[in-house]
Structures are given as C-alpha cells and as structure tokens.
C-alpha cells in the first residue's frame, strides 16, 4: 500500500508539473479517511473567466485532497437566472466536482432569487433554511456527535426562521456546530464590513447553543478574524468575485488576503479543525488548526506546520510562492453523506430582499 501511495503522489506531482497553468501544491492538511473534509466558497456565480479558473483550481485540489461536499455561502448567482445561467455559471464550471460525486449545499446571498432553494443541485430541498451532518461514516442521528451545518437565511431573519435555528440548536448534539449563510457578523471590508444588526439577532443564539465556527461572504476576499468570544468566523467571499484592497486595518484580522480569487478547504479531525486558504494560481494563503473551544477550553488558533506566526492586522500579505511537493491523498475518497433535516415550511419566495427584522428582547 506504501509503494502504491507513492507511486500515486509521483504520478500526482508529474501531472501539475506539466501543465503550464497548474501549480504544484502542498495540502497542509491531514487528509485522514476518518475526517470529515469539504470545500467553502462564496459569491461565486457570474459565470466570468475569474470563477472558471478558480474551479478548475479547486478540481485539481481535490486530486490531492479529497473533499467530499461544498458549502456555498451566497450569491451563487449573480443577475439573469435562466435554466441557461444555472448552466453557464454553476453546472458548467463545477462539473468536474459533480462528476466525482461531490455535493454542494448553498445558502442564500442578496443577489439571489430566494427560488434557488428549490434547484436540485444547491440540495436545500426547498427550504430557505436547514441543517445537515458532514460525517466521515456515513448518516448518523441529530442527537449524535459529529459536525452538523446549519444553512441560514441572513437575507430575512423572522421569526420562524429564529425559531427553527434556536430549536435546531439546542436539539443538536453534535460536537462541531458549524454556521454558514452570507453576511459576515465580523468583516474589514471597506464595502460591507460587519453586519451589526445581523449580529445582534444571531450571535446570542450561537453563545447560547455552543456554535464553534461561522463560515460568510458578502465581501469578496478572504479574512480569518480572531476568535470572537470562542467562536472562528471566516468570510470566504471571493469563489468568483474580488475587490483588490477592499480589507480596512482593524484589530481584529488574523489573516486577510484580497488579491486574487480564493477558496478554504477544512478538514475536521476529533477536537481540531484544519483549514488551508488557497488563491486561484494555488497558493496557499493562509493556513492553520482551530481546536473546538469545548475542548480546549478556550478558542486556539496555530499554525500546523512551521513558519511565522498568523499577522495580527488586516493588511493583504503577498501570496508566498508555491512549493513543489508530494502530497499523499487518501487511498480510497471518503464519501460524507450529509442529508438536510426536515425543517418547518418556509416563507414565501419573495423577488426582492426584505430589511431584516431587530432582534426581539427575550
């Protein structure tokens, strides 16, 4: 088995050596079968050259690491969303995903039609909002352990909506409570930047019921912000759009990168998470593990591997240049079975985006 892993990674390695547009790439990652491994990208949908050759990156990441589904925060269409567009701007540019057996689950952004929640494709089984299990072994309870997403609607937060995720919550006994919807609760975007009254309404909610990380977009870049009272938010914001020095200085980035397009593949392994920022040339980013503050007892973010420490500002650091390696993927992919959750009917599509409610007093 040791001489087939090896001889795979050297076959690996001579096939992004010799394309001219595909560059060697370390994962930084475990890539263990028993982690639960999955993609995140936002603002991804127009469909331009930008998001297509950051697809064609993630297809050869997943060469190396495996990652079984994709959590989509938003705008995943972008303008006219004919059964032409959904071909241009998502079938297409992912079908080598799709072909491996990948699944992607969306949430909705305030470009898009709230309809998308009934396309076969984005697995939101007509809901606006809803939760799945991410599991390296397969389908397992709503009490049980693991990682379980919840998939938000931060368009139009009402009440049943709040109800729902309060209820879902509390019910869940997984050990990893994973977050993701579009607007970022803290961001340094000069253009958007953090969604106070979206805050106020959610991160009560998420204290209350042990959320450990949020994933967001909206701002389209890449930042890492500090751990806010033990929980890791990410705006994962530039899939497939990008506004170069959008990021402001403020003390709470440790790590922003606005420069190019990019992604974040996480690996989730017992108490830790592993993540790896990668840009659309393949440059690694932004690195590290996040240990799950239930069991640290408090929230630690470290470098998995040697090298400085994370910045401590919000300034854009310049790509490092890629490093040609042999990274060892799993020998047989692991096929995560995240399945949505029954959740209550939800309002009716509306064409327009509503002003989000205040957060009621408890």
Same mark, same amino acid.
């Given at each position: ?30 890539? !263990? ?54 071909? %241009?701007?998502?079938?297409?540019? @992912? %079908? ?18 709230? $309809?998308? #929640?009934?396309?076969?494709?984005? $697995? ?19 009490? &049980? ?31 990893? !409570? ?7 609760? @803290? ?9 106070? &009254?979206? #805050? ?9 019921? $042990? ?11 890449? &930042?890492?912000?500090? /751990?806010? !009272? ?12 990008? #506004? ?16 190019? @397009? ?20 393949? &440059? ?23 090298? /400085? ?22 020998? *047989? ?5 995240? *399945? /949505? ?15 989000? !409610? ?5």
């Amino acid at each position: 088995m040791t001489a087939m892993r090896r001889a795979r990674s050297a076959a690996l390695l001579f096939a992004l050596l010799a394309g001219p547009s595909a560059l060697a790439q370390t994962i930084t990652l475990p890539n !263990k079968d028993s982690g639960v491994r999955f993609l995140v990208m936002g603002d991804t949908g127009r469909g331009d050259s930008g998001q297509y050759e950051t697809a064609r990156m993630m297809a050869t990441v997943h060469g190396m690491f495996p990652f079984t589904f994709v959590v989509m925060v938003g705008d995943n269409m972008y303008g006219a969303d004919t059964p032409g567009d959904y071909v %241009k701007k998502f079938e297409t540019p @992912y %079908k080598p995903l799709m072909d491996k057996g990948v699944k992607f689950y969306a949430a909705l952004g305030n470009h898009d039609n709230p $309809n998308q #929640r009934f396309y076969k494709q984005f $697995n939101m089984n007509g809901e606006r909002f809803y939760t799945f299990r991410g599991s390296a072994g397969g389908l397992a309870k709503l009490t &049980e352990g693991g990682v379980r997403f919840f998939a938000i609607d931060s368009n139009y937060l009402d009440k049943s909506e709040l109800d729902w995720l309060s209820k879902e919550l509390a019910a869940s006994g997984s050990d990893w !409570k994973i977050c993701f919807f579009h607007h970022p609760l @803290y961001s340094s975007g000069k253009t958007h930047g953090s969604a106070l &009254e979206t #805050r106020a309404v959610l991160e009560p909610l998420f204290l209350k019921d $042990n959320v450990s990380v949020v994933l967001a977009g909206h701002d389209h870049f890449y &930042e890492r912000i500090k /751990p806010q !009272k033990g929980i890791l938010h990410f705006v994962v914001g530039a899939g497939g759009s990008l #506004r170069r020095g959008d990021i402001r200085r403020t003390d709470m980035t440790d790590k922003g990168f606005d420069q190019d @397009y990019s992604f974040m593949i996480v690996e989730i392994d017992g108490d830790d998470m592993y993540f790896q920022a990668i840009s659309r040339k393949g &440059e690694t980013v932004d690195s590290g593990v996040f240990k799950r503050p239930a069991a640290a007892g408090t929230a630690v973010v470290a470098s998995p591997t040697p090298g /400085p420490p994370p910045r401590s500002d919000d300034e854009p650091s310049a790509s490092p240049a890629p490093v040609a390696a042999a990274p060892s993927p799993s020998p *047989s992919p692991v096929v995560a079975a995240p *399945s /949505p959750s029954p959740t209550p009917a939800p309002a009716k599509a509306k064409s327009k985006t509503k002003k989000k !409610k205040p957060a009621k007093k408890a």
